[in-house]
């Protein structure tokens, strides 16, 4: 069950970056994005999120300060900005879309997202 279309993603060396993009086709993202993460047998982490209405924006204290979520309104998608990776990044990223402007208090959980991209690998070697 694929709802959203993400692109980026790869194998890069640690200090790199790279960015990810989230698109939903034939429509414009409403409500809040979400970037969550799921390292091999582990459960899917929150990484980081925006609220489209105002810009507003929450980072998992483990990439605070080196990831961004860009406001780009030149295009209908959302991406997330991964800069100085560290081998740590490693995983599977989705990105996920709750489409109302009252769910600002669960952002953190991957369960108040409705679409889910169909994720994407980040590698990052040492």
């Known amino acids: 069950q694929v709802q959203l279309v993400q692109s980026g993603g790869g194998l890069v060396q640690a200090g790199d970056s790279l960015r990810l993009s989230c698109a939903a086709s034939g429509r414009t993202f409403i409500g809040m994005v979400g970037w969550f993460r799921q390292f091999p047998g582990l459960q899917r982490d929150f990484v980081a999120t925006i609220l489209l209405s105002n810009g507003s924006t929450d980072y998992a204290d483990s990439v605070k300060g080196r990831f961004t979520i860009p406001m780009e309104t030149a295009e209908n998608a959302v991406h997330l900005q991964m800069n100085s990776l560290k081998p740590e990044d490693t995983a599977v990223y989705s990105c996920?879309?709750?489409?109302?402007?009252?769910?600002?208090?669960?952002?953190?959980?991957?369960?108040?997202?409705?679409?889910w991209g169909q994720g994407t690998q980040v590698t990052v070697s040492s």
């Open positions: 996920a879309e709750h489409p109302t402007t009252t769910f600002w208090r669960r952002r953190r959980y991957s369960w108040a997202y409705d679409s």
